[in-house]
């Protein structure tokens, strides 16, 4: 079975330093990664995937994910993060039939 | 390009009853699944619809149940509610395809079982 684990409960970052969301994962078969964001009252945007390639995938608002099949882990990064990058963070990987498995998510918190 | 809407937005029901959940897919996308989202939670997959029929479903009862319809909108029908169906449901819709296809999301309905 596929699972996603995001270990933290919340990223407290100031703005302008570099902002990591951690993931790991457990997939049998090649992995599917994805990242989404979710802001208050609002459904889930989508921010990258990983499906093969280059293990440093870069998706939407600057965001980037580097992919790294001996640690199963799919970490999110930004270099310099903003006050606006302050939502809820979900790690997911893909499996059947365009189905997704989540991980409980990561509240990050940009400190002015 | 129209995104993915629902209806309602909110909603309060009373346990036992039933309610009926409704989404349009994004323009041009043929497959729409529902998740559902309890609070403090990652969305959980209920269901899939592909071809107006049921292509998979999650670990959830029979009385969660679901149509596509044939322009890829979509219901999601709860019947006996319980409180710990209070969640907020979102559907997805995307191409049909395999595990790498990004799914499109609404906004969701926020449903509240008193």
């Known amino acids: 079975a596929q699972s996603v684990a995001q270990p933290e409960d919340q990223v407290n970052v100031a703005e302008g330093n570099p902002l990591t969301v951690k993931c790991t994962y457990s997939?049998?078969?090649?992995?599917?990664l994805f990242w989404y964001v979710q802001y208050p009252n609002r459904g889930l945007q989508f921010l990258l995937k990983?499906?093969?390639?280059?293990?440093l995938v870069k998706g939407s608002y600057g965001f980037e994910a580097e992919f790294n099949k001996s640690q199963t882990s799919f970490h999110l990064k930004k270099p310099s993060a903003l006050v606006s990058d302050s939502a809820l963070y979900f790690c997911?990987?893909?499996?059947?039939?365009?189905?997704?498995?989540f991980g409980k998510g990561n509240q990050v918190v940009v400190i002015p | 390009e129209t995104g993915v809407t629902q209806s309602p937005t909110h909603l309060i029901k009373t346990r036992g009853q039933q309610v009926t959940l409704r989404c349009s897919s994004q323009?041009?996308?043929?497959?729409v699944s529902w998740y559902q989202q309890a609070l403090g939670q990652g969305p959980q997959f209920i269901f899939q619809?592909?071809?107006?029929?049921?292509?998979g479903r999650g670990n959830f009862p029979p009385r969660f149940s679901g149509l596509q319809f044939p322009n890829y909108s979509s219901e999601l029908n709860v019947n006996a509610l319980e409180l710990d169906d209070s969640a907020l449901y979102l559907c997805?819709?995307?191409?049909?395809?395999?595990?790498?296809?990004?799914?499109?999301f609404g906004n969701g309905t926020r449903l509240t079982v008193t």
């Open positions: 997939v049998s078969g090649n992995p599917y």
């Open positions: 997911a990987v893909g499996y059947g039939n365009n189905r997704l498995a």
């Open positions: 990983y499906i093969t390639g280059d293990n």
């Open positions: 323009s041009g996308h043929n497959t």
């Open positions: 619809y592909y071809r107006e029929e049921e292509n």
């Open positions: 997805a819709s995307s191409l049909v395809g395999g595990a790498g296809s990004p799914l499109h």
